[in-house]
C-alpha cells in the first residue's frame, strides 16, 4: 500500500521560503514520476512541479519558474518542494502526487495523470 505523507507547511511572511517534504512508503520514488500540486479556497487543484521518474526532467507551472525547486532524496524515499520568494497567492493546500507506473513517460500536469495522494498540508504566505 502506497502512502504519501507531506509535511512542512506553515505560515511565512511575503519573501520568505518554505521547504515541503513528501515521504513515501511502499513504492521507491526514484522509480516513479511524483508531482505537487495545490488548491487554494474555492479553486481547482492546479498543478505545480513534476520530477520524471528518473529525475533527470522536472516541470514548473508559469507562476512558480524561479522561485520553486522539486528535487528528490532516494536515500530517504523522499520528494521536496523549495519555495522561494513565495507571495500571497501561493497560498494554498498542497498536495503531493505520485503516479503508479513504473518508468512512467507522459503527461505530468493533470490531476488524473497521478494515483497516488498524500493528505496536504497548508502553506500561508501574509503580506
Known amino acids: 500500500q502506497v502512502q504519501l505523507v507531506e509535511s512542512g507547511g506553515g505560515l511565512v511572511q511575503a519573501g520568505g521560503s518554505l521547504r515541503l517534504s513528501c515521504a513515501a512508503s511502499?513504492?521507491?520514488?526514484?522509480?516513479?514520476?511524483m508531482g505537487w500540486f495545490r488548491q487554494a479556497p474555492g479553486k481547482e487543484r492546479e498543478f505545480v512541479s513534476a520530477?520524471?521518474?528518473?529525475?533527470?526532467?522536472?516541470q514548473y507551472t508559469d507562476s512558480v519558474k524561479g522561485r520553486f525547486t522539486i528535487s528528490r532524496g532516494n536515500a530517504k524515499n523522499t520528494v521536496y518542494l523549495q519555495m522561494n520568494s513565495l507571495k500571497p497567492e501561493d497560498t494554498a493546500v498542497y498536495y503531493c502526487?505520485?503516479?503508479?507506473?513504473?518508468?512512467?513517460?507522459?503527461?505530468?500536469?493533470?490531476?488524473?495523470?497521478?494515483?497516488?495522494w498524500g493528505q496536504g498540508t497548508q502553506v500561508t504566505v501574509s503580506s
Open positions: 502526487t505520485m503516479n503508479s507506473r513504473l518508468y512512467y513517460i507522459g503527461g505530468y500536469d493533470s490531476v488524473n495523470d497521478y494515483d497516488y
Open positions: 511502499g513504492r521507491t520514488v526514484r522509480n516513479y514520476a
Open positions: 520530477i520524471t521518474w528518473n529525475g533527470v526532467n522536472t
